[in-house]
């Protein structure tokens, strides 16, 4: 029997599933109130996944999405400019 091309293969299968975080662990991990992750789930600009009816997030995909919000320095406007004097 032919097995079709999306489905997972054998060794995806077994392969164990990492711990899903509650939003508490969440909240604690990035230092913010419980109600702050509710929110960002809320309006959907945090990864969470539903698990009958509750919330649970991906260690792995909370990491990308903390590299996505990563803010670099702006340059400074003076850069390059000689003091007053």
């Known amino acids: 029997m032919d097995v079709p091309e999306d489905w997972p293969t054998e060794s995806a299968a077994t392969k164990p599933i990492a711990p899903l975080l509650t939003i508490d662990a969440v909240a604690e991990a990035l230092?913010?109130?419980?109600?702050?992750?509710?929110?960002?789930?809320?309006?959907?600009?945090?990864?969470?996944?539903?698990?009958?009816?509750?919330?649970?997030?991906?260690?792995?995909?909370?990491?990308?999405?903390?590299?996505?919000?990563?803010?670099?320095?702006?340059?400074?406007?003076c850069r390059g400019r000689t003091a007053r004097r």
Do not use: C, Y
Request: charged letters at 30%; hydrophobic letters at 45%; proline letters at 6%.
């Open 31 to 77: 230092s913010v109130t419980r109600r702050h992750i509710q929110r960002l789930a809320a309006e959907r600009r945090i990864p969470f996944l539903k698990v009958g009816r509750f919330i649970r997030f991906d260690p792995a995909a909370l990491n990308v999405w903390l590299e996505e919000q990563r803010v670099e320095p702006a340059r400074s406007a």
